[in-house]
């Protein structure tokens, strides 16, 4: 039996959230909901088209296969016609209702990518909480560059706006 490393730890990191300040960046908030719903909600393709890209976009799940070196492929489209490449990543660790650890650093066809505009690594946990979900997300970058490239572009807003998208569509 192999045991999965627990990566993002290092010297400079804060052991109590995995985070390096340096390089990575993340979004935490409380879900009015229950976790399994908001992991339905990740894990779910008709569920996720519904969230996962700020309107008025749409997207489209090419590939969800939630296992460790599955595919998660995602298009998007302005006109519901054309789309184009949104996510091409693949699955690093998948633990049920609490966590789901993606990259695209290597694409789904499992061939080094070098994605634009920055490569990341994506670890989505989910936790009790007496409101509802602990939902977290934190996005790993290779550098500080990389880091306030993806900052500068709009973290923020992009994920803030779909983590609202997301605690919308489950706390109904």
């Given at each position: 039996?192999?045991?999965?490393?627990?990566?993002?730890?290092?010297?400079?990191?804060?052991?109590?959230?995995?985070?390096?300040?340096?390089?990575?960046?993340?979004?935490?908030?409380?879900?009015?909901?229950?976790?399994q719903?908001?992991?339905?909600?990740?894990?779910?393709?008709?569920?996720?088209?519904?969230?996962?890209?700020?309107?008025?976009?749409?997207?489209?799940?090419?590939?969800?296969?939630?296992?460790?070196?599955?595919?998660?492929?995602?298009?998007?489209?302005?006109?519901?016609?054309?789309?184009?490449?949104?996510?091409?990543?693949?699955?690093?660790?998948?633990?049920?209702?609490?966590?789901?650890?993606?990259?695209?650093?290597?694409?789904?066809?499992?061939?080094?990518?070098?994605?634009?505009?920055?490569?990341?690594?994506?670890?989505?946990?989910?936790?009790?909480?007496?409101?509802?979900?602990?939902?977290?997300?934190?996005?790993?970058?290779?550098?500080?560059?990389?880091?306030a490239?993806?900052?500068?572009?709009?973290?923020?807003?992009?994920?803030?706006?779909?983590?609202?998208?997301?605690?919308?569509?489950?706390?109904r």
């Amino acid at each position: 039996m192999t045991s999965t490393p627990d990566f993002g730890l290092g010297p400079d990191t804060d052991f109590d959230t995995g985070i390096d300040p340096d390089r990575d960046l993340m979004i935490e908030r409380i879900i009015r909901a229950p976790r399994q719903a908001v992991w339905s909600a990740w894990t779910d393709p008709a569920q996720l088209v519904q969230w996962w890209i700020p309107s008025p976009l749409v997207l489209r799940v090419d590939a969800l296969d939630l296992r460790p070196g599955g595919a998660f492929v995602t298009r998007m489209s302005e006109d519901g016609q054309t789309f184009t490449s949104h996510v091409d990543a693949v699955f690093l660790r998948i633990e049920e209702d609490t966590r789901l650890v993606f990259t695209n650093a290597v694409d789904s066809s499992w061939h080094p990518a070098q994605p634009a505009p920055v490569t990341m690594t994506t670890e989505i946990i989910l936790g009790d909480s007496e409101f509802g979900t602990d939902y977290r997300a934190i996005v790993r970058h290779a550098s500080p560059e990389q880091r306030a490239l993806h900052e500068e572009l709009g973290f923020f807003e992009g994920w803030g706006t779909v983590t609202e998208a997301l605690a919308r569509l489950v706390e109904r």
